[in-house]
């Protein structure tokens, strides 16, 4: 008599599944999803109604970015996605769940990664919502061209960086565990590098904080006049944030494979 055998470990397909599974059935993270959209689009149009440009338009005054100004949502919204994209790491540590979500997905590193494409998926379709309606606000505020290559560089570049602040605080929070610490964390990268730059009075080393700062080489990506005189090139400035990302999901990757659940 043949004993049976054990079922095998469930795939990537499964492990996506369960993660959709999770997060929609939260009420927290559509809230929160919904949450990017509305604080984005409402902070634009403020931003674009409170700019004071000339008779001729804002895209008329060297001085002013209508691009720029028509995505200043961004800056607010980023914080909810890294709330968002943290609570879906440890809010199961702070429940226990953890341990039934590795038991029946023994593949750690399968688990965070679907974990990371599920936050990158929600955050993606809310960034798109959230900055078609910042555009469409500086369109009729501001008269914002969208028909303008580095406009749209910009928008879909916003895009781009509210997915990888999600990666930044996902990986963040598989690293530390913990919601409050995971957040506090990735916001004070985000806010409290600026207020350093600001402290530092050496020309030289206030261009290199600003080149290497998370959110001011990030937000590079929504420059649309005066590039040359920018610390750090839009897509250079996205790839920096890119590598912030990256080493926060390998840093969690390595904790959850080599640490207790």
Do not use: N
Not at 60 to 84: C, E, N, R
Not at 217 to 228: E, K, S, V
């Amino acid at each position: 008599m043949s004993l049976p055998r054990p079922a095998p470990p469930a795939g990537a397909r499964a492990a996506l599944h369960a993660e959709w599974t999770k997060l929609r059935t939260e009420p927290g993270p559509a809230g929160l999803a919904l949450a990017v959209i509305a604080a984005t689009v409402a902070l634009s149009a403020a931003a674009a109604a409170a700019a004071r440009c000339p008779a001729a338009g804002c895209a008329a005054d060297p001085a002013a970015d209508p691009a720029k100004i028509s995505l200043t949502g961004v800056v607010l919204s980023q914080a909810v996605v890294a709330v968002l994209a943290a609570l879906v790491v440890s809010g199961e540590y702070s429940t226990g769940m953890i341990r039934v979500t590795l038991t029946a997905m023994p593949r750690r590193g399968t688990v965070l990664a679907a974990k990371a494409a599920v936050v990158t998926g929600v955050v993606l379709t809310a960034g798109v919502l959230a900055v078609l309606g910042s555009v469409l606000a500086g369109r009729l505020i501001l008269s914002l061209s969208l028909a303008d290559g580095p406009v749209l560089r910009a928008a879909a570049g916003s895009v781009l960086y509210l997915a990888l602040i999600g990666l930044l605080s996902l990986g963040t929070a598989a690293a530390v565990r913990d919601s409050a610490a995971a957040i506090g964390v990735v916001l004070g990268l985000l806010y409290l590098f600026p207020i350093a730059t600001a402290a530092v009075s050496d020309p030289h080393w206030h261009r290199l904080v600003e080149q290497v700062a998370p959110m001011s080489a990030g937000l590079a990506i929504q420059a649309t006049t005066g590039l040359r005189s920018l610390p750090i090139g839009p897509w250079t400035g996205l790839g920096v944030l890119a590598a912030w990302a990256f080493a926060a999901v390998l840093a969690g990757g390595l904790r959850l494979a080599f640490g207790d659940a």
